[in-house]
Protein backbone atom coordinates (compact mmCIF):
# COMPACT_ATOMS: atom_id res chain seq x y z
CA UNK A 1 0.00 0.00 0.00
CA UNK A 2 3.02 2.56 1.19
CA UNK A 3 4.64 1.33 -2.49
CA UNK A 4 1.49 1.96 -4.07
CA UNK A 5 1.21 5.44 -2.83
CA UNK A 6 4.73 6.32 -3.37
CA UNK A 7 4.60 5.68 -7.00
CA UNK A 8 2.07 7.66 -7.80
CA UNK A 9 4.24 10.67 -7.59
CA UNK A 10 7.04 11.02 -10.29
CA UNK A 11 8.86 14.07 -11.43
CA UNK A 12 7.33 16.20 -14.19
CA UNK A 13 9.81 18.45 -16.13
CA UNK A 14 8.78 21.20 -18.06
CA UNK A 15 8.98 19.39 -21.47
CA UNK A 16 7.27 16.33 -20.07
CA UNK A 17 4.07 18.29 -19.61
CA UNK A 18 1.25 17.19 -21.87
CA UNK A 19 -1.65 18.37 -19.24
CA UNK A 20 -1.61 21.87 -17.50
CA UNK A 21 -4.26 21.18 -14.78
CA UNK A 22 -6.25 24.67 -13.98
CA UNK A 23 -5.31 24.18 -10.29
CA UNK A 24 -7.38 27.68 -8.90
CA UNK A 25 -6.58 31.39 -8.47
CA UNK A 26 -3.29 32.50 -7.59
CA UNK A 27 -4.98 34.58 -4.61
CA UNK A 28 -5.91 30.86 -3.15
CA UNK A 29 -2.15 30.13 -2.29
CA UNK A 30 -1.11 32.18 0.38
CA UNK A 31 1.64 34.30 0.13
CA UNK A 32 5.45 32.84 0.69
CA UNK A 33 3.33 29.38 1.83
CA UNK A 34 1.74 26.41 0.54
CA UNK A 35 -1.67 24.88 0.14
CA UNK A 36 -2.51 21.59 -1.26
CA UNK A 37 -4.46 20.23 -4.72
CA UNK A 38 -5.49 17.35 -5.73
CA UNK A 39 -5.01 15.87 -9.28
CA UNK A 40 -6.50 12.57 -10.08
CA UNK A 41 -5.01 10.23 -6.82
CA UNK A 42 -2.30 12.90 -6.49
CA UNK A 43 -2.16 15.45 -3.34
CA UNK A 44 0.07 18.04 -5.01
CA UNK A 45 1.59 21.25 -2.23
CA UNK A 46 1.44 24.54 -4.14
CA UNK A 47 3.43 27.25 -2.90
CA UNK A 48 3.96 30.56 -3.72
CA UNK A 49 7.21 31.60 -2.68
CA UNK A 50 5.81 35.10 -3.40
CA UNK A 51 9.39 37.06 -2.18
CA UNK A 52 11.39 34.86 -4.75
CA UNK A 53 8.44 35.37 -7.20
CA UNK A 54 8.06 32.09 -8.08
CA UNK A 55 5.79 29.27 -8.08
CA UNK A 56 6.61 25.36 -7.07
CA UNK A 57 4.83 22.19 -6.77
CA UNK A 58 5.63 18.63 -5.41
CA UNK A 59 4.27 15.67 -3.91
CA UNK A 60 2.61 16.46 -0.81
CA UNK A 61 3.26 12.94 0.77
CA UNK A 62 6.36 13.58 2.71
CA UNK A 63 8.41 10.12 2.59
CA UNK A 64 9.70 10.15 5.99
CA UNK A 65 6.45 9.07 7.66
CA UNK A 66 4.25 8.64 4.59
CA UNK A 67 2.26 11.94 5.82
CA UNK A 68 -0.08 13.85 3.55
CA UNK A 69 1.52 17.22 5.37
CA UNK A 70 4.46 18.88 3.24
CA UNK A 71 2.07 21.73 1.95
CA UNK A 72 2.08 22.84 5.43
CA UNK A 73 5.48 22.85 5.50
CA UNK A 74 8.23 26.46 5.89
CA UNK A 75 9.68 27.33 2.84
CA UNK A 76 13.02 28.94 2.25
CA UNK A 77 16.10 29.04 0.93
CA UNK A 78 19.75 27.10 1.20
CA UNK A 79 22.47 27.90 -1.06
CA UNK A 80 19.79 30.07 -3.74
CA UNK A 81 17.71 26.95 -3.85
CA UNK A 82 14.16 27.33 -2.77
CA UNK A 83 13.32 23.82 0.17
CA UNK A 84 10.40 23.22 2.22
CA UNK A 85 10.68 22.03 5.35
CA UNK A 86 8.11 19.06 6.83
CA UNK A 87 5.93 20.47 9.40
CA UNK A 88 6.71 17.28 11.52
CA UNK A 89 9.70 16.20 11.76
CA UNK A 90 11.73 19.09 9.68
CA UNK A 91 12.70 16.91 6.89
CA UNK A 92 14.18 19.37 4.21
CA UNK A 93 13.30 19.16 0.29
CA UNK A 94 14.34 20.93 -2.60
CA UNK A 95 11.84 22.34 -4.72
CA UNK A 96 13.63 22.76 -7.47
CA UNK A 97 15.18 19.24 -7.06
CA UNK A 98 12.98 17.12 -4.88
CA UNK A 99 16.38 16.13 -3.48
CA UNK A 100 16.61 15.70 0.46
CA UNK A 101 18.37 18.27 1.84
CA UNK A 102 18.94 17.28 5.51
CA UNK A 103 19.37 13.49 5.48
CA UNK A 104 19.40 10.32 2.99
CA UNK A 105 15.56 9.95 2.44
CA UNK A 106 14.43 9.54 -1.52
CA UNK A 107 13.49 12.65 -3.74
CA UNK A 108 10.48 13.99 -3.62
CA UNK A 109 8.08 14.46 -6.89
CA UNK A 110 8.20 18.00 -8.23
CA UNK A 111 6.31 19.52 -11.29
CA UNK A 112 6.05 22.19 -13.17
CA UNK A 113 3.88 25.44 -12.05
CA UNK A 114 2.61 28.44 -14.68
CA UNK A 115 0.70 31.31 -13.34
CA UNK A 116 -1.79 32.73 -15.97
CA UNK A 117 -4.05 35.35 -15.66
CA UNK A 118 -4.43 34.97 -12.33
CA UNK A 119 -4.72 31.01 -12.61
CA UNK A 120 -2.07 28.85 -11.22
CA UNK A 121 -1.57 25.52 -13.80
CA UNK A 122 0.09 22.56 -12.66
CA UNK A 123 1.78 20.78 -15.44
CA UNK A 124 1.38 16.81 -15.66
CA UNK A 125 2.45 14.27 -17.98
CA UNK A 126 -0.55 12.02 -17.75
S1 LIG B 1 6.77 13.02 8.32
FE1 LIG B 1 7.85 14.59 7.32
S2 LIG B 1 9.66 14.78 8.43
FE2 LIG B 1 8.62 13.16 9.43
Known sequence: MTELKLNTYETVALNQ???????????????????????????????????????????????HKMEMVLSRGMIGEERLEAKVACPLHKNTFSLKTGNHLNGD?????????????????VGFSE
Do not use: H, M
Not at 48 to 57: H, I, K, P, Q
Not at 107 to 118: C, G, L, Q, R
Open 17 to 63: VKIWFKAAPASKFPKDGGACIKYKDKQIAVFNFSREGTWYACQNLCP
Open 105 to 121: LGAIATYPVKVENDFVY
